[in-house]
């Protein structure tokens, strides 16, 4: 049995493998439309800009994704 120092982290999807976002919050700014959400995906790094009007609903995507360790998603 051998090791590789190029093995991923377990759950780090392989670069440009699809997989569900897990979105966390970098930073968050109030404005008159609602809050800005400027987040990133904690496996591949892609991050986006969402928007909050509404506390009680989840927030609406504003951007594409983008960035990442080679998703394209």
């Known amino acids: 049995m051998s ?3 190029h093995l991923l982290a ?6 440009g ?4 976002h897990a979105w966390v919050a970098e ?3 109030v404005t008159t439309d609602g ?3 400027y987040v ?3 496996a591949c790094a892609v991050r ?3 928007l909050q009007a509404v506390t009680e609903m989840p927030p609406e995507v504003l951007t594409r994704s983008i960035g990442g360790r080679g998703n394209k998603s």
Do not use: K, M, N, Q
Not at 10 to 15: L, M, N, R, S
Not at 17 to 20: N, R, Y
């Open 3 to 5: 090791t590789s120092p």
């Open 10 to 15: 377990p759950g780090v999807p392989a670069p």
């Open 17 to 20: 493998a699809p997989h569900e």
């Open 27 to 29: 930073s968050r700014h």
């Open 35 to 37: 809050v800005v959400l």
């Open 40 to 42: 990133r995906c904690t």
């Open 48 to 50: 986006r800009i969402d």
